[in-house]
């Protein structure tokens, strides 16, 4: 099974930033795609961020577009979430998630992928 582990949140001010981690490990990580979700309570899990195996595309929620940057270090087997400009409403616990061979078109749904983090907390005070 593959393993993914979150790391990085915390409670940030607004308008500040955080750079999330998930590190994976037990499969081969390079030919996985990756995916960011995130739940706040009383919310449905939202789709944030995705990149495909390479590294060379990237998908972003209408919401954190222009704030979140999604980026991958195959040779550290890490996936990272960079966020900026918080807001409160960016409050919730953060998800990484990998699947093999995920179309780009499924990318955004949490459904597609069969492997998940335990979550990172963010919390932004206002």
């Known amino acids: 099974q593959v393993q993914l582990v979150e790391s990085g949140g915390g409670l940030v001010q607004a308008g500040g930033s955080l750079r999330l981690s998930c590190a994976a490990s037990?499969?081969?990580?390079?030919?996985?795609?990756m995916g960011w979700f995130r739940q706040a309570p009383g919310k449905e899990r939202e789709f944030v961020a995705a990149i495909n195996w390479s590294g060379d595309n990237t998908y972003y929620a209408n919401s954190v577009k222009g704030r979140f940057t999604v980026s991958r270090d195959n040779a550290k087997n890490t996936v990272y979430l960079q966020i900026n400009s918080l807001k409160p409403e960016d409050t919730a616990v953060y998800y990484c998630?990998?699947?093999?061979?995920?179309?780009?078109?499924?990318?955004?749904?949490?459904?597609?992928?069969?492997?998940w983090g335990q979550g990172t907390q963010v919390a932004v005070s206002s």
């Open positions: 998630a990998a699947e093999t061979d995920l179309p780009h078109l499924i990318m955004i749904l949490a459904g597609a992928y069969d492997y």
């Open positions: 037990g499969r081969t990580f390079s030919r996985y795609a």
